[in-house]
């Protein structure tokens, strides 16, 4: 059995009909995938900020770099692709479609959020006065609607695709 197939068992099991009331098996298994990329993403943060940048300033040579930021920086490509591959794999399960174009599609999907928060925090902050934790909880249910929305309509459809076999990782 491939770890997918124990993912997708688990996220299964915990479907429990309560559950199924009030939300749907797409977004139940996004919310599961989500979650533990999150988790993911921030064990992954707290490793490399402590013990690869080791709480130091990085310099580039032309920029100086915060161990915050440097420690996103190499955070990001890891929980990219884990997110990618547990979206694909285990919460909307369409692998029969070329995986460099959801690849693809992931990448835009993904860089929209960025810019979404970004747009959101300055609106919030900057502009309609809102304090920064509310205005970052309201950022992070938009992004989150909009990842959603992006994944099921966009990044994981066939529309417009035509069912290839060729490259599926399996």
């Known amino acids: 059995m491939?770890?997918?197939q124990c993912l997708?068992?688990?996220?299964?099991l915990l479907y429990v009909p309560i559950v199924r009331r009030f939300v749907s098996r797409d977004i139940f298994g996004y919310a599961l995938?989500?979650?533990a990329n999150m988790a993911l993403d921030t064990l992954w943060y707290f490793l490399l900020y402590h013990f690869v940048v080791c709480e130091r300033f990085i310099n580039l040579g032309v920029v100086l770099m915060s161990p915050?930021?440097?420690?996103?920086?190499?955070v990001f490509p890891i929980t990219f692709f884990t997110g990618f591959w547990l979206n694909r794999h285990v919460a909307f399960r369409v692998t029969h479609l070329r995986s460099r174009r959801q690849l693809w599609r992931y990448l835009l999907s993904v860089l929209g959020s960025i810019a979404i928060n970004y747009?959101?925090?300055?609106?919030?902050v900057e502009y309609f006065a809102i304090?920064?934790?509310p205005s970052k909880m309201l950022t992070t249910v938009i992004s989150v609607?909009?990842?959603?929305?992006m994944a099921r309509y966009f990044t994981f459809?066939?529309?417009g695709e035509e069912n290839i076999t060729e490259d599926r990782e399996e």
Request: glycine share 6%.
């Open 119 to 124: 747009v959101c925090m300055k609106l919030f």
């Open 68 to 74: 915050h930021i440097a420690s996103l920086c190499l």
């Open 157 to 159: 459809t066939d529309v």
């Open 145 to 149: 609607l909009y990842s959603f929305l």
């Open 8 to 12: 997708i068992r688990v996220v299964d």
């Open 2 to 4: 491939s770890v997918a």
């Open 33 to 35: 995938c989500g979650g």
């Open 131 to 133: 304090w920064p934790t």
